[in-house]
C-alpha cells in the first residue's frame, strides 16, 4: 500500500478541490506556498487533489474558484518564481517520472488509432517514392465520385515528400496522441473525419483536386486541443499559445506564397475552423 506524504504533516486535511494538469496543479501549489497556506497534493489516477487545513478552508476555496477561471493571471504564473523550494509530492514526483522521452514511452504515449494513421501514412508514402504514386494518387486522390465515396477523405493519408510527411505525422502523433488517450478513440475518429472531409472539400472547390496530406487534420487538432484547453483549463488536452501563434503564421506564410513548398492552404484554413467548432460544442456539452 502506497504511503502519501503530505507537504506539511498536519493532523486534519480538508479536500479542496482537484485538477487535471499537472502543471497547473504545480503552480496553484506554489502560489497557496507563497500565501502560507498549509496543504497537501495526492494522486488518485489521473487527477490531482488538493487538500488544506481546515482552518484555512475558505480563503483556500475563494482563490481556488478564482484560478479556475483565470489560471493565467501574473500572481499565479509568478507564484513559482517565488517560492525557495517547490513542493514535490509523491504525486509530482509520479507524474514526473512518466515524462521519459524513451522510445517505449513515445510508442506508449498515443493510442492504437494514432499509431495505425501514422504506420499507413508512412507505408503509403514509401510506396510512392519506390514508384507506385501514380497508380497511388489515382486511387486515392480527392473526388467527387459518388461511387467512390472514400475518395473524400484518403488524401490524407498521402505525402509528397519526406519534409511534408515528417511534418505532417510529428504533428499528428502529439495532437491526435493527447486527444485519443484523454477523450477516446471515438472522439479522434469523429474529429478527423469530419475535419478531412470539410477540409478537402473546401481545398477541391476552391483550388483543385490535386493536393494530399494529413496537414488538414492536424490544423483541426491543434485548433480542438487549443480552443479546448483554454475554455476548460483543467483539461490535460491544451496547446501552449506559443504554439498555436507559430502554427497560424506557418499558415499564413503559406497563403502569401513565402514558402519553398506548395500548401493546401485553404484545406489547412478549414480544418482548423472544423477544429474550433468541435472544440465549443464539446465544451458547451459538457457545461
Request: charged share 10%.
Amino acid at each position: 500500500m502506497e504511503t502519501k506524504l503530505p507537504v506539511y504533516h498536519i493532523p486534519t486535511m480538508i479536500v479542496l478541490g482537484e485538477l487535471g494538469n499537472k502543471r497547473a496543479c504545480q503552480a496553484f501549489s506554489d502560489y497557496l506556498s507563497v500565501k502560507h497556506i498549509r496543504h497537501n497534493v495526492d494522486k488518485s489516477d489521473n487527477r490531482f487533489v488538493i487538500s488544506v487545513d481546515p482552518e484555512q478552508y475558505h480563503q483556500s476555496q475563494a482563490l481556488f474558484d478564482e484560478f479556475i477561471h483565470n489560471p493565467n493571471q501574473a500572481k499565479f504564473l509568478e507564484a513559482s518564481w517565488q517560492v525557495n523550494n517547490p513542493q514535490q509530492t509523491i504525486a509530482f514526483a509520479n507524474a514526473s517520472s512518466n515524462t521519459n522521452l524513451g522510445l517505449s514511452k513515445i510508442w506508449n504515449s498515443t493510442g492504437w488509432l494514432t499509431k495505425l494513421v501514422t504506420l499507413i501514412c508512412i507505408s503509403i508514402y514509401i510506396a510512392s517514392y519506390i514508384g507506385y504514386f501514380p497508380v497511388i494518387f489515382n486511387a486515392l486522390s480527392f473526388s467527387w465520385d459518388f461511387y467512390q465515396p472514400y475518395r473524400l477523405i484518403t488524401p490524407m493519408l498521402m505525402h509528397l515528400d519526406t519534409l511534408h510527411l515528417v511534418f505532417n505525422i510529428t504533428w499528428w502523433w502529439y495532437l491526435a496522441g493527447k486527444i485519443e488517450k484523454s477523450f477516446g478513440i471515438y472522439v479522434l475518429i469523429n474529429l478527423t473525419l469530419f475535419s478531412a472531409l470539410f477540409s478537402n472539400s473546401a481545398q477541391s472547390l476552391i483550388v483543385s483536386n490535386n493536393f494530399a496530406g494529413i496537414s488538414g487534420v492536424v490544423y483541426a487538432l491543434m485548433g480542438f486541443t487549443w480552443l479546448y484547453g483554454r475554455n476548460r483549463p483543467n483539461s490535460e488536452v491544451f496547446l501552449p499559445n506559443n504554439i498555436f501563434i507559430f502554427l497560424l503564421i506557418w499558415m499564413g506564410l503559406g497563403f502569401v506564397d513565402l514558402l519553398p513548398i506548395n500548401m493546401a492552404n485553404w484545406a489547412h484554413l478549414f480544418g482548423l475552423l472544423a477544429g474550433l467548432l468541435i472544440a465549443q460544442i464539446m465544451t458547451l456539452k459538457k457545461r
